[in-house]
């Protein structure tokens, strides 16, 4: 894509306003197709106003740029997550429950991101805890 | 020991002034002496560590007084996510003294103060704020909120899960101001109709607002996934490992959360408060606001650009010991300064007094925080199913003259009756059009004709709560999304509110609304700690009250003319 190597400022934000050029929906429509008459003519569904991976990118960027790492680094997950069907993420949330999963669990889920998904953040946060809640007593007993 | 005899004994003949100082409703108010044993103690506790931080191999190996080995999972996280590591051993050698001026100091820049904190340990964190007067802590609110326009949330919810009432008051709440309006339930089921009131009634209002309704974490994600709710904010977390898990999370299991939201391009802030682990059985002997600031530094090592706080629910722990209110207006700070969006509180029933009421609000009030009140009740209390405000419907004038007599912006303003009128009864329109549409429980002109003069869910006729549930469950069931709302609202004749909804579902796909502390403005334009960014330095600066807007908060219920003493101002 083209917005990789966009370097966005304070100036571009909000994107909706000052760059809508930058924007689409990961059906690939662009902010001005999101029309009423669209809407009432039934060519706009719930998946066409979903974020893109691409936007969560670039607001990363704005995110960075105010200096806020942190929340640059949610929307990297972000990013790597638009990709995981809902019912599943919310699954992945509740592995990562306290007492929810073994270290094996948590060793595939981690695999299943990196793996399935190119969700490489996402599997470092999910091992990171895995060590974390070995040292805590927070791993399920291994089936 | 106290030398005055206990008041229970009657035998005792007191003075006609005693009586009547008896009789105040402020001694209906809980007030304990301090146990930091057990961390019943605002923020000033021996049992607190000490601050410190060691780094090795670019990584924190101590901190507050605890070894690597020693961390408990809240150290863990955030030695790892929040703390800068390259900034922290040079920011911890400043005297504590020398930062709490800083924060006072306007010509000390907000970027400064924000830099430094971000090598900053919790405890150090403490010993900074411990320096503070209340009024030192409103000017360091004041220049560290991140959002340079102060903006206020609702609570709009119904004794009786009244999907009509919650559209009326949300539409109300919406002309009056409110930037963000958030309801919950007292029966669960009914949550997708009450939450469709909720989105329906904020656009009627004024388009833009955005909405959650707050429920356990996975239906909250849920309904926000399917554009039924535009936000979320009950996400909560706790200041000890043990409250935490008791909690059935982890800092990684919210962080993974936090990501999940941003992933659907769904604002959403996390939730804490000074009091929570103290209530929850297990504070670890450690101060209320050294707790909250381990949450405040959690949430920011998660990424999530905001934080509800100021003790929330647990306000009548705080509340009952000494300088609790003074620590839950520390909290703010903090969250503020941590360059967190702050939703400040001043949303839960607090105090039997009205001059006490009024004097916990000032700290977040005057200097303006992102949103004053985290639920302001935009019903009458006994309508709150948040357990009541510190702020409801019957105090709106009186906060509409404390914003004229101060001149600040508390974010609402007083609407004429005949406007408040016209919105309620279109929002309870709106509902009827789109029940019909979607095949749910009519709704009959009488309830209409009730939710545009109601007060409160007395004013309404009973619905057949049954078949509301069934209409609820339809609702999930069938798969609606608020893109399906948009065009049952556009085909029944309410364009201009379908407009609104589809724009406000149209800014997921910007992911603007995901910045720090944004919002919406009534011309759709997201304002966020970006565009919009706290300038204060001093007399002169930051946000004033002037122009066009303090013309509107002039207009109060009642005004004299000057011109003829005898006419009301309009």
């Known amino acids: 894509m083209t917005t990789a190597n966009t370097d966005l400022t304070a100036a571009d934000y909000p994107l909706s306003v000052n760059r809508p050029d930058l924007l689409h929906t990961p059906t690939g429509k662009t902010l001005d197709d999101l029309t009423m008459d669209a809407v009432v003519a039934g060519d706009i569904t719930a998946e066409d106003l979903r974020i893109s991976p691409d936007t969560l990118k670039l607001q990363g960027q704005l995110a960075a740029a105010a200096g806020r790492r942190q929340l640059a680094d949610n929307f990297t997950r972000a990013s790597e997550m638009t990709a995981i069907p809902d019912a599943e993420v919310l699954d992945m949330y509740n592995s990562l429950r306290p007492n929810a999963s073994s270290a094996a669990q948590l060793e595939e889920l981690a695999s299943r991101l990196e793996n399935t998904y190119s969700a490489t953040t996402c599997a470092a946060l999910v091992r990171e805890a895995a060590q974390v809640y070995a040292a805590r007593n927070l791993l399920a007993e291994e089936a | ?570």
């Open chain 2, 1 to 570: 020991m106290t030398a005055v005899e206990p008041r229970s004994d009657s035998t005792v003949r007191t003075s006609k002034r005693t009586e009547i100082l008896e009789a105040r409703p402020v001694n209906l108010d809980g007030f304990v002496e301090e146990w930091p044993e057990k961390g019943l103690v605002a923020m000033e506790s021996d049992f607190d560590p000490q601050p410190s931080v060691r780094v090795e191999d670019g990584r924190i190996v101590e901190l507050d007084g605890r070894t690597r080995d020693q961390f408990d999972f809240m150290d863990t996280f955030i030695a790892d996510h929040a703390i800068d590591v390259d900034t922290c051993e040079a920011a911890m050698a400043t005297e504590s003294v020398e930062i709490a001026r800083m924060i006072v100091d306007p010509r000390t820049s907000r970027a400064d103060v924000v830099a430094l904190g971000r090598g900053l340990t919790p405890a150090k964190i403490l010993d900074v704020v411990k320096l503070m007067n209340v009024v030192e802590i409103m000017m360091g609110i004041q220049k560290t909120r991140s959002r340079r326009t102060p903006a206020n949330q609702a609570h709009s919810t119904s004794a009786k899960d009244n999907p009509i009432q919650v559209a009326a008051d949300a539409a109300e709440g919406a002309v009056r101001g409110f930037a963000e309006l958030e309801t919950t339930l007292g029966v669960v089921r009914y949550a997708p109709l009450v939450a469709i009131g909720l989105q329906v009634g904020g656009q009627v209002g004024r388009g833009g607002t955005l909405t959650q309704c707050a429920l356990e974490e996975a239906t909250e994600l849920d309904l926000g996934m399917r554009g039924i709710t535009a936000y979320a904010e009950t996400i909560s977390i706790y200041g000890t490992e043990s409250v935490f898990v008791d909690g059935d999370d982890t800092p990684w299991s919210k962080a993974f959360l936090a990501s999940a939201y941003a992933s659907r391009g769904i604002k959403m802030r996390f939730t804490s408060g000074t009091g929570s682990e103290v209530q929850m059985g297990n504070a670890e002997g450690r101060s209320m606001l050294y707790l909250e600031i381990r949450c405040i530094l959690m949430a920011k090592g998660a990424g999530v650009q905001g934080l509800q706080n100021g003790s929330i629910s647990c306000i009548g722990v705080p509340g009952a010991v000494p300088g609790g209110i003074r620590a839950v207006a520390a909290e703010n700070l903090v969250a503020s300064w941590m360059d967190l969006e702050c939703a400040s509180g001043n949303d839960q029933s607090f105090s039997h007094s009205p001059m006490r009421r009024t004097s916990r609000l000032l700290p977040q009030m005057l200097p303006g925080t992102d949103f004053v009140c985290s639920g302001y009740s935009a019903v009458p209390n006994k309508d709150n199913m948040f357990a009541g405000s510190n702020l409801e419907t019957d105090d709106y004038d009186d906060w509409n003259v404390i914003q004229r007599d101060m001149q600040v912006d508390g974010g609402l303003r007083h609407v004429r009756e005949d406007v408040i009128l016209q919105v309620r009864n279109k929002a309870a329109r709106a509902m009827q059009a789109l029940f019909a549409e979607l095949d749910l429980p009519a709704i009959t002109d009488e309830e209409v004709e009730a939710a545009t003069y109601a007060n409160s869910s007395d004013d309404y006729p009973d619905r057949d709560v049954l078949a509301d549930l069934e209409g609820a469950r339809s609702v999930m069931d069938r798969g609606i999304t608020g893109i399906d709302l948009v065009r049952v609202l556009e085909r029944a004749g309410f364009g201009d509110v379908a407009e609104n909804y589809l724009k406000v579902l149209r800014q997921r796909v910007s992911g603007d609304l995901l910045q720090t502390a944004a919002v919406l403005d009534a011309g759709f334009v997201p304002r966020a700690a970006i565009n919009d960014a706290n300038d204060y330095a001093g007399p002169g600066t930051g946000y004033r009250l002037t122009g066009e807007r303090w013309e509107e908060l002039k207009k109060l219920r009642h005004v004299t003319s000057a011109e003829n003493p005898e006419e009301e101002v309009v």
